[in-house]
């Protein structure tokens, strides 16, 4: 499994990407809708095969008739790292070694990007939401080599959760800057170099 991309959640798309461009000093690439969900993002390149996305409810979309993907419909506050997403081969295969709840998978689609994604019923993943969201890619198509370079990097992404290492054991090979960690309080932490030097969110 490979770290794909990074999410920050808002409650209106245009605050959460006034959030990352103020902190990172950059414009962000345009993104779409995602009709299935409801909601709409933008992009912003973190190298040739990683990215970090703002996503929002969508006031134009429709009601997608079950919970949003990455807990959005009980979202509230100010914009914040909410989710990483990991990339496997074989999405049915990486559910079967993922936390029990992960998701059902969901067929999506924008343009000529086509992917399945485990979703979770409840719309949270598990260890309080602190668990990666499983994506698969088809088609040879993938956002991050289509985004411009901006200079942005990530350093390190540390997931926190009390219990860390049994999160951590289900996913052994992890490709990518991340560390499970034990702590009191899930969360998330990552850390970039950007033009306007290094930056951390959580």
């Keep these: 499994m490979k770290l794909d991309h990074l999410a920050i959640a808002a409650t209106v798309l245009e605050d959460g990407v006034a959030f990352v461009e103020a902190a990172f000093g950059v414009t ?6 995602h009709g299935a969900m ?19 409810i969508d006031p134009a979309g429709r009601d997608p008739g079950r919970p949003r993907w990455f807990d959005l ?6 914009p914040r790292l909410s989710n990483w997403i990991v990339a496997c081969d074989d999405l049915r295969a990486g559910l079967a070694a993922a936390p029990e709840g992960t998701g059902e ?13 485990a ?5 949270v993943l598990p260890y ?5 969201a499983l994506i698969q890619w088809h088609g040879g198509a993938h956002p991050a080599p289509r985004l411009p370079d901006v200079g942005c990097r990530l350093i390190a992404l540390e997931v926190v959760h009390p219990e860390g290492a049994a999160l951590a054991a289900h996913f052994p090979d992890m490709d990518g800057p991340v560390s499970i960690a034990i702590g009191p309080t899930p969360g998330l932490r990552a850390t970039f170099e950007t033009p306007k030097g290094r930056v951390t969110l959580a």
């Design 119 to 123: 979703v979770p019923a409840s719309g």
């Design 128 to 132: 309080d939401g602190v668990a990666p």
């Design 73 to 78: 419909d009980r979202f509230v506050g100010l």
């Design 105 to 117: 998978v969901v067929e999506l689609q924008r343009g000529d990007l086509t992917w399945s994604m």
């Design 38 to 56: 409801g909601t709409h993002n933008r992009l912003l390149s973190l190298g040739p095969d990683l990215y970090l996305e703002v996503i929002a």
């Design 28 to 33: 962000m690439a345009p993104g779409g809708a």
